[in-house]
């Protein structure tokens, strides 16, 4: 996706980045405006952007910015530009850093609706963990939709390739209070089902979803592998409506509520199995995150976040 960038910076700055940028072959334009800005008072320079030249330009803002300096960032829909229409057609579709720390950022902090969710989510595949077949897929799938639990997992390799350490404290924080969550709400629910007499231990303890937590073979691995490295691409190419996608391949929502649902049973051993799998997945997140972002940063950005 295109970019436009609208910066406020010093007018002796100001001045000085508009010609370092203009001759560059991704900038289709730039428009500027003295001393427009109030908050922070300066010059406002607008850039409209192909996404291939999104670091060059941020890199040209670090240069120049002093700490008076304000950038936004916003997706383009399109540019309508005969002299540059083979640029824009091969544009690339790559998200800069700040995008990816902000977007993890909102959906992996700690409010009362991530917590919601995550609840909500522990509770429903709890329920799958005693359905079978089509029920038992439709739960887990739900589950893993509604409960964000991908994008706090994500913040750890995210953090440590870019040596952001408050953004790592914020991705521990989100992902031991979000699946703590998660777990004590899939042991209420499975806890009150069997209160009630609406389920029993052998229901559980049989079920094959259950078995395959508990004991995955080479196949139960692969899936999750390849979900894990689809879900860092498609935040490295800002791809974020798709991103249910990995969370649904990968089994950190069934296996975490399957910690909870164990423990309602008073069955330990199940409770350990399941968090040895969710051990696993979360270890294929962080570490093919490690290696998407790394990859990219010496490939692709180059730099670190402007802030």
Known sequence: MHRTFEIVLETEKADEFCRNIVENENVINVSFQRGASIKPAGDIVTVHLLSRGADAVLREIEKVSGENVSVATSELTSIIDKKHDRKI???LDEAIWEEMETGLRHQGHVTPNYLALMALGGGIASIGLINESAAQAVAFTAASIIAPGFE?????????????????????????????????????????????????????????????????????????????????????????????GPLIGLVLIPASAMIGASLAFGRADYAWEATERFLVDAAIVIGTGLIIFFIKQIIQHQRKPIV
């Open 152 to 244: 706090p997992l994500a913040k750890i390799p995210l953090s440590a390739v870019l040596r952001n350490w408050n953004l790592l404290w914020h991705g521990v924080k989100a992902t031991l209070i979000g699946y703590g969550v998660l777990i004590f709400s899939a042991f209420l629910a499975m806890g009150l089902m069997s209160l009630t007499g609406s389920v029993e231990e052998a229901e559980f303890v049989k079920n094959s979803e259950v078995e395959n937590l508990s004991h995955p073979k080479l196949k139960e691995y692969l899936i999750p592998l390849f979900s894990g490295v689809a879900g860092m691409v498609m935040i490295a190419a800002y791809r974020r409506n798709v991103i249910a």
């Open 89 to 91: 057609d091969n544009d």
